[in-house]
């Protein structure tokens, strides 16, 4: 089938309220503000869907920015993300499996959770460049099996 060539569509000047006709706005989110977008009555049906895409792509760009601004901070500092206490009650508790009563030197706990810490940490590495690979940004529990397949840690 022959595609058609589209023409652009352009804005419904008639249903809009004469003070934005007499005055451009400066962008979008000026004209949101005088349309006031908490009333959802006062907007024209013409303007309501590309207003609604405006909110929302700059809703986007702020959680964006705060994401980006996490991983920064993540990335900089140094610390242990994982608590300490909850860590070592898990060691001990996986220990308590093999033999009762045993006993760990802070520092044998602080290797092991450096240790597993550096493990997750390559691990997601390796989980966003498959979700990328499939053309996303989210990660999936698939990833990660993919991920830990292709590392060679589970067949």
């Not at 498959?130 to 099996?145: E, F, L, S, Y």
Request: aromatic share 6%; hydrophobic share 35%; glycine share 2%.
């Amino acid at each position: 089938m022959a595609r058609t060539k589209q023409t652009a569509r352009g804005w419904d000047y008639k249903s809009l309220p004469t003070s934005l006709l007499q005055e451009k706005p400066v962008d979008d989110y000026d004209m949101m503000e005088e349309l006031e977008l908490t009333k959802p009555d006062n907007v024209p049906s013409c303007l309501s869907s590309h207003l609604k895409e405006i909110e929302i792509k700059r809703l986007g760009k702020v959680e964006e920015e705060e994401m980006l601004n996490q991983i920064r901070k993540y990335q900089k500092s140094t610390e242990l993300l994982i608590r300490k206490l909850p860590f070592q009650r898990l060691v001990r508790e996986i220990a308590q499996d093999f033999k009762t009563d045993l006993r760990f030197q802070s520092y044998a706990v602080l290797a092991l959770q450096e240790a597993a810490e550096s493990y997750l940490v390559g691990l997601f590495e390796d989980t966003i460049l498959c979700a990328i690979h499939a053309k996303r940004v989210t990660i999936m529990p698939k990833d990660i099996q993919l991920a830990r397949r292709i590392r060679g840690e589970r067949a």
